[in-house]
């Protein structure tokens, strides 16, 4: 591997594994603002263009103490985490927090760091959950030109046309940049580890966009093709809002398979939409949020028009996947929900598959690894029986 690609995954990696750290730093160096933003479906590109550095925040790998004791225990591990982090003074860091979701334990979350952090603004703007209606379009720009408005009021400066604009072709441009990535991971000439995939998008999630940009481009120029080998080729589905845990990834390659694919929001969830940059840019950026359900639907969202379980399908099949293993995090409402759906059409078109529970607080991993060896050993039985 060369020295430069070794170079920039290592930074990448070492700003995934501490974005604390990272957003500190910026401060220091540039005296700007931070934005906290809350996933899935904050418009970044909104905070860039007034001169904030939008972070998502990332859940930390701390145990949770004082945020139990906060949030109920059937909250999902991310919000519970969220609750300790501001308990604990972790989300000092940032100078306000914009949350575009209306997850019911994320307002709860929301509220614990409205109280923990009560010298910080926090703006709430609800963008419509049913994507198909005749009014949805009308709503969601109103929202989005609200957001507009409060981010130059937070920031003190004026959103111009021109600065969004720039702002949006900036963060296509780091997107169609991962996806390249992402391409080259799936048709199988380029190899990356599962955890460093998920560097690449958590640290777009929390650093400059074209600081990150440019470490893209040295790690696309120094893509090396990889010849195929025999392991097992697994889609990862699932998991909103934070991360899978390291280990869990790891558990996974250990056992002789290899992630091709994956719908995670650390994934191709988070990359797989550009904003129009030919029209207006509120306005592309509205183009944008109706548009992510029809690449990648999600279950927060109703567009009737289309399904994750036919999108999930059609992704397994073009990138060669024989499993997938679908990665819910604890007491997730929305995917406890729709998941029935999925697991129904997976099975009936005979695609192997295994749901995983995550929880913040631990990771079983003999226990996981246990279950995805069995689940590979049936996929090879069965390919030495069609043979």
Not at 157 to 184: G, M, V
Not at 214 to 234: C, F, S, Y
Not at 315 to 336: D, N, R, T, W, Y
């Amino acid at each position: 591997m060369p020295e430069t690609l070794t170079t920039a995954l290592t930074k990448l990696g070492d700003i995934s594994a501490d974005p604390e750290a990272y957003v500190v730093h910026w401060k220091e160096r540039t005296g700007g603002k931070v934005v906290g933003a809350f996933p899935m479906n904050f418009p970044a590109e909104i905070a860039y263009a007034a001169g904030a550095l939008p972070v998502i925040i990332q859940e930390n790998r701390e145990p949770d103490s004082m945020g139990r004791n906060l949030l109920a225990e059937f909250y999902c591990g991310y919000t519970r985490n969220i609750a300790d982090q501001a308990a604990k003074g972790r989300l000092d860091i940032y100078d306000g927090f914009f949350l575009a979701d209306h997850c019911i334990q994320l307002l709860g979350a929301t509220d614990v760091v409205r109280s923990e952090c009560d010298d910080k603004p926090i703006h709430f703007g609800q963008f419509a959950s049913s994507l198909g209606d005749a009014w949805t379009s009308e709503v969601v720009e109103t929202k989005m030109r609200t957001f507009v408005d409060e981010m130059a009021a937070f920031t003190g400066a004026p959103i111009t046309a021109q600065s969004l604009s720039s702002s949006i072709a900036l963060f296509n441009d780091n997107r169609r940049l991962l996806r390249q990535i992402f391409a080259a991971r799936t048709s199988g000439s380029a190899q990356f580890t599962s955890t460093q995939m998920q560097s690449l998008v958590k640290s777009a999630m929390v650093m400059d966009k074209a600081e990150h940009t440019a470490l893209l481009r040295q790690i696309v120029d120094d893509l090396e093709t990889v010849p195929r080998d025999d392991r097992i080729r697994l889609h990862l589905s699932g998991h909103f809002c934070h991360a899978p845990n390291p280990e869990l990834l790891r558990a996974l390659e250990e056992c002789e398979a290899l992630v091709v694919n994956d719908d995670l929001y650390h994934g191709a969830r988070y990359i797989s939409t550009d904003v129009p940059e030919d029209i207006d840019p509120v306005t592309g950026l509205v183009n944008w949020y109706l548009q992510r359900d029809v690449n990648i639907p999600c279950p927060t969202r109703v567009k009737h028009a289309t399904d994750w379980e036919d999108t999930l399908i059609d992704s397994v099949q073009s990138s060669g996947a024989q499993a997938v293993i679908v990665l819910m995090a604890k007491f997730c409402e929305p995917h406890m929900l729709y998941y029935p759906q999925l697991r129904k059409r997976l099975t009936e078109r005979n695609i192997p598959h295994l749901l995983i529970e995550t929880e913040h607080d631990g990771v079983p991993v003999e226990s996981i690894r246990t279950r995805v060896e069995a689940l590979l050993e049936r996929i090879r039985r069965t390919q030495l029986v069609t043979s």
